[in-house]
T-cell receptor, first 116, second 114 residues
Framework: SAVISQKPSRDICQRGTSLTIQCQVDSQVTMMFWYRQQPGQSLTLIATANQGSEATYESGFVIDKFPISRPNLTFSTLTVSNMSPEDSSIYLC?????????????FGSGTRLTVV | AQSVAQPEDQVNVAEGNPLTVKCTYSVSGNPYLFWYVQYPNRGLQFLLKYITGDNLVKGSYGFEAEFNKSQTSFHLKKPSALVSDSALYFCAVRLLPGFQKLVFGTGTRLLVSP
């Protein structure tokens, strides 16, 4: 299955600033997914990122707040812009594994963001 | 709306006893169903999945789940719980073919007491 390197693993940021989270995959993948997990909550999909096209955002999430880049088939970034304490969450990237019999979804280790 | 539900916020079980974590789904067509576990301060780990075939699926760490189409359920089970199984468990469903994203349940916290 794919291996995802996500960084940073955690950060503490001042309100009003922005943080860019990176995900690097060890194989080429068509789609990458970005999730948010608020404290004590489940995972909510932010957007789906295809290489070469604009990301598709879920209801309640907008590009100005969460711009995404997908420059190639192994890399994506999510930026959390103009942060407020409500943005404090774990952010995870994920890919769909289409390799052989081991179909599934692999997740990065997550970025724990605290906004102060 | 297509969704997945985990009706229990928390499940408590004594070590050595069997455990069940419940999941039901509401999806058109044939769902792809997954279970993930999240330990404190760690990422999401894959446990098992149902795509097609045998309704009883065996996964990591001795866990298994049974796909029941008539009851639209995919409950997670383990014959003998360990204290180290204490964690947050998520059921997830992949929507219709052509929509690759996963939708997660609200999660169930499993607490195994010694």
């Amino acid at each position: 299955s794919a291996v995802i390197s996500q960084k940073p693993s955690r950060d503490i940021c001042q309100r009003g600033t922005s943080l860019t989270i990176q995900c690097q995959v060890d194989s080429q993948v068509t789609m990458m997914f970005w999730y948010r997990q608020q404290p004590g909550q489940s995972l909510t999909l932010i957007a789906t990122a295809n290489q070469g096209s604009e990301a598709t955002y879920e209801s309640g999430f907008v590009i100005d707040k969460f711009p995404i880049s997908r420059p190639n088939l192994t890399f994506s970034t999510l930026t959390v812009s103009n942060m407020s304490p409500e943005d404090s969450s774990i952010y995870l990237c994920s890919v769909e594994d289409l390799g052989g019999w081991d179909y599934g979804y692999t997740f990065g280790s997550g970025t724990r963001l605290t906004v102060v | 709306a297509q969704s997945v539900a985990q009706p229990e916020d928390q499940v408590n079980v004594a070590e050595g006893n069997p455990l069940t974590v419940k999941c039901t789904y509401s999806v058109s067509g044939n769902p792809y169903l997954f279970w993930y576990v999240q330990y404190p301060n760690r990422g999401l780990q894959f446990l098992l999945k149902y795509i097609t075939g045998d309704n009883l699926v065996k996964g990591s760490y001795g866990f298994e789940a049974e796909f029941n189409k008539s009851q639209t359920s995919f409950h997670l089970k383990k014959p003998s719980a360990l204290v180290s199984d204490s964690a947050l468990y998520f059921c997830a469903v992949r929507l219709l073919p052509g929509f690759q994203k996963l939708v997660f349940g609200t999660g169930t916290r499993l607490l195994v007491s010694p």
